[in-house]
């Protein structure tokens, strides 16, 4: 499948949704809403032009006029960004984000149990694939509509198992990512992890480790993309191209790039987490390095802020002491580290979920469904609500909507990461069995527990290096 078919899936514009036979309006996020006006024009403008064509009349020559308009706008667009000075409190570079972070622990090893840890990283592995495979059906929806498919559609809500059925009228045929049929992704049929991008990175993570250990660059990040990665979809198609076109892997990242604060980058943290278990600064380093490939500012704090609240999640009871945790390790009034801090006092002032992702919805309204900002509010809010209860932090993660396949993967992995695979529910857990299948070239097939062995031999060199 072609790269452009699969990033439909971080795209989506309002839509219907089939239920029962009856047709609602899906309040789907679109993916930029903040110029409503400019979109209404733009449609308007495309249904003239085809109705122009299909009546005989040559429309070429206005679709070239427009085509070339557009370019240079964007072209003078893009070079008035690239001439703004970058906010003091948004800083690219490691050493400037270090300079701006609030003290922290920095290493909690003495805290980490080595008996525990194979146990640990096997659930952070199994929770970040139930909480992928949870959201995956509904990626893009809205709050609202997830809410009313499962009232309609006999659908358990709050969710507290996999979709029985496709809450989207899509074949169930669909190979998702080329590989796994949607089905595949539905409880009647699961019986082992599909193919996705959320868990498809943490794989190539594991892959790069194993060859280059824990003191990689961003230029090793490059070439095991080129070597392992067939398709990307938004920042990480945007850097793939570049760097297929021979720009630098340093400047991969930025150059004509409109998603570098967008979530890409921190669906990608997990792999450094499981290999700095305890450790959240090296955790958050090796997420620098990995996100710099692709994204900038909002985009690799959000990456690091991930990766350090579940290497902190290793040694923790409660998710809220990992996520401050993982605040010192990024800038302290970055947007991140404001939307992080606020989500949280929300959560304790309104003390009720569906309050708070009200106020985050509407905070963020207009913004990306797939934009780092209000996606980690929501993954922030399932975690605080979810207090340790794996079902119910994936299950929030979820149904707030946005990237929900993302949110759900990632509030798994750290609940995994503090609870371990023992402690996972077996309605979760059995149905994802032992098989793993990946889009990766030449690493389609692998097994949950052979991964959590292998991120447990990584981790054990790393911390090594902490001693």
């Known amino acids: 499948m072609l790269p452009e078919a699969v990033c439909q899936r971080r795209r989506w514009l309002s839509g219907t949704l089939a239920v029962d036979g009856l047709f609602i309006l899906a309040k789907i996020k679109r993916t930029m809403g903040y110029f409503p006006e400019l979109e209404k024009i733009w449609q308007e403008y ?11 009349l040559s429309a070429s020559s206005f679709a070239g006029k427009t085509s070339r308009f557009l370019a240079t706008e964007k072209k003078k667009l893009q070079e008035r960004l690239e001439k703004m000075r970058p906010s003091r409190k948004e800083p690219d570079s490691l050493k400037a984000i270090r300079q701006l972070r609030p003290s922290g622990p920095r290493r909690l090893t003495e805290k980490l149990s080595t008996q525990q840890l194979p146990d640990r990283l096997l659930g952070a592995w199994l929770g970040r694939a139930a909480g992928c495979i949870l959201g995956l059906p509904c990626e893009g929806m809205s709050k609202e509509a997830i809410r009313f498919v499962c009232l309609n559609h006999a659908h358990p809500y709050p969710l507290s198992d996999y979709w029985s059925h496709d809450p989207k009228p899509l074949p169930p045929q669909t190979l998702h990512y080329g590989t796994t049929a949607r089905r595949n992704f539905l409880k009647p049929h699961l019986s082992s992890i599909g193919a996705d991008d959320d868990l498809a990175y943490t794989i190539l993570g594991l892959l790069l480790l194993e060859e280059k250990g824990s003191c990689f660059t961003t230029k090793d990040v490059a070439r095991a993309w080129l070597k392992y990665l067939p398709l990307a979809c938004t920042a990480e198609a945007v850097a793939l191209n570049n760097l297929k076109h021979g720009i630098s892997p340093d400047r991969a990242g930025q150059v004509d790039n409109p998603y570098s604060d967008w979530i890409g980058a921190d669906i990608r943290s997990d792999p450094w987490a499981y290999a700095a278990p305890g450790w959240p600064e090296k955790a958050a ?3 620098y390095y990995d996100a710099f490939l692709s994204h900038r500012g909002t985009g690799i704090h959000a990456a690091m802020f991930f990766s350090a609240a579940i290497s902190a999640a290793f040694v923790c009871q409660d998710p809220l002491e990992a996520i401050r945790i993982a605040l010192t390790e990024i800038p302290r009034d970055c947007r991140l580290a404001r939307t992080v801090r606020q989500t949280i006092d929300w959560c304790h002032r309104d003390r009720d979920w569906e309050k708070t992702t009200d106020r985050i919805l509407k905070t963020f309204s207009g913004m990306s469904a797939a934009h780092a900002l209000n996606n980690a509010a929501v993954t922030v809010a399932s975690l605080v609500y979810g207090g340790g209860d794996f079902s119910r932090t994936i299950a929030l993660a979820v149904m707030a909507g946005l990237d929900t396949d993302c949110n759900g993967a990632t509030a798994g992995s ?28 030449g690493h389609k097939n692998f097994h949950s527990d052979e991964l959590a062995a292998r991120f447990h031999r990584i981790a054990l060199k790393v911390l090594d290096e902490s001693i």
């Open 46 to 56: 495309l249904a003239w032009l085809a109705l122009a064509r299909e009546r005989g």
């Open 414 to 441: 750290l609940a995994g990461a503090m609870l371990g695979a023992s402690r996972l529910p077996s309605r979760w857990k059995k149905p994802l069995g032992n098989q793993v299948h990946t889009y990766l070239k």
């Open 285 to 287: 380093e090796m997420a």
